[in-house]
T-cell receptor, first 114, second 111 residues
Framework: GENVEQHPSTLSVQEGDSAVIKCTYSDSASNYFPWYKQELGKRPQLIIDIRSNVGEKKDQRIAVTLNKTAKHFSLHITETQPEDSAVYFCAASYRRDSSYKLIFGSGTRLLVRP | EAGVTQFPSHSVIEKGQTVTLRCDPISGHDNLYWYRRVMGKEIKFLLHFVKESKQDESGMPNNRFLAERTGGTYSTLKVQPAELEDSGVYFC?????????FGPGTRLTVT
C-alpha cells in the first residue's frame, strides 16, 4: 500500500549547523512531494514542494532533493536558527481519479540549540 | 485572503456522544480534504471533496464518521457515537490544484 517513511524522528543541531531530513515513498506513481513545518499549537505550513520532473529545488536556506529511481526525497536546512525548531512532515501525492490525497511521513522534531 | 478556518479549536466529549467539526476552506478552492493526527503519529488522510462531491473517502475509519459539504463551501465532519480512539487532532485542508493549505485543526478529546 501507499507508505512514506521519514527519518530521523528527532534531530538536535547547534544553531548555524545544517539539518537533513530524509523520506522514502513506496508508490512509484507519486509525482508531488511537499514539506510542511508545524510549530507547537499551530497549523502545518507548506514550506517547499517539488514535482517529479525536477531533481532539486531551493528557496533561501531550504532545499529539497528528489531521487525518483530510489524513491527518496530529502529536506536540507542550512544555517539553522532557533526559529527553525518545529516538527517537519514530508508527504507524497499523486493524482488518482482527481484526488491528490497526501500520504505523510511520521514527522521529525527538529530542535535548534542556540 | 483568509486562510482555512476550523471550529471548534478544542472539543472534549464523553464516549458515546456526538461531535460535529466544521471547516471553512479558502474561498474559491474546490478541493477540501480532511486529515487526522492521532497521538503524535503521522497525519492520515480521511477524505476528499471536489466541490460538494466526495471524490475519495478511502481513509474514513468506519461508519461512525460522516462528512458533508452541502453547497460546495464549508464542510462538516460528524462523529457519532464517539469512541476513545477517535481522540486526536482533525485537520482540514483546501487546494486549487496541488498545494494544500491547512487549517489550525480541532483537538478532539473523547473521555
Amino acid at each position: 500500500g501507499e507508505n512514506v517513511e521519514q527519518h530521523p524522528s528527532t534531530l538536535s543541531v547547534q544553531e548555524g549547523d545544517s539539518a537533513v531530513i530524509k523520506c522514502t515513498y513506496s508508490d512509484s506513481a507519486s509525482n508531488y512531494f511537499p514539506w510542511y513545518k508545524q510549530e507547537l499549537g499551530k497549523r502545518p505550513q507548506l514550506i517547499i514542494d517539488i514535482r517529479s520532473n525536477v531533481g532539486e529545488k531551493k528557496d533561501q536556506r531550504i532545499a529539497v532533493t528528489l531521487n525518483k529511481t530510489a524513491k527518496h526525497f530529502s529536506l536540507h536546512i542550512t544555517e539553522t536558527q532557533p526559529e527553525d525548531s518545529a516538527v517537519y512532515f514530508c508527504a507524497a501525492s499523486y493524482r488518482r481519479d482527481s484526488s491528490y490525497k497526501l500520504i505523510f511521513g511520521s514527522g521529525t522534531r527538529l530542535l535548534v540549540r542556540p | 485572503e483568509a486562510g482555512v478556518t476550523q471550529f471548534p479549536s478544542h472539543s472534549v466529549i464523553e464516549k458515546g456522544q456526538t461531535v460535529t467539526l466544521r471547516c471553512d476552506p479558502i474561498s474559491g478552492h474546490d478541493n477540501l480534504y480532511w486529515y487526522r493526527r492521532v497521538m503524535g503519529k503521522e497525519i492520515k488522510f480521511l477524505l476528499h471533496f471536489v466541490k460538494e462531491s466526495k471524490q475519495d473517502e478511502s481513509g474514513m475509519p468506519n461508519n461512525r464518521f460522516l462528512a458533508e459539504r452541502t453547497g460546495g463551501t464549508y464542510s462538516t465532519l460528524k462523529v457519532q457515537p464517539a469512541e476513545l480512539e477517535d481522540s486526536g487532532v482533525y485537520f482540514c485542508a483546501s487546494s486549487q490544484v496541488n498545494e494544500q493549505y491547512f487549517g489550525p485543526g480541532t483537538r478532539l478529546t473523547v473521555t
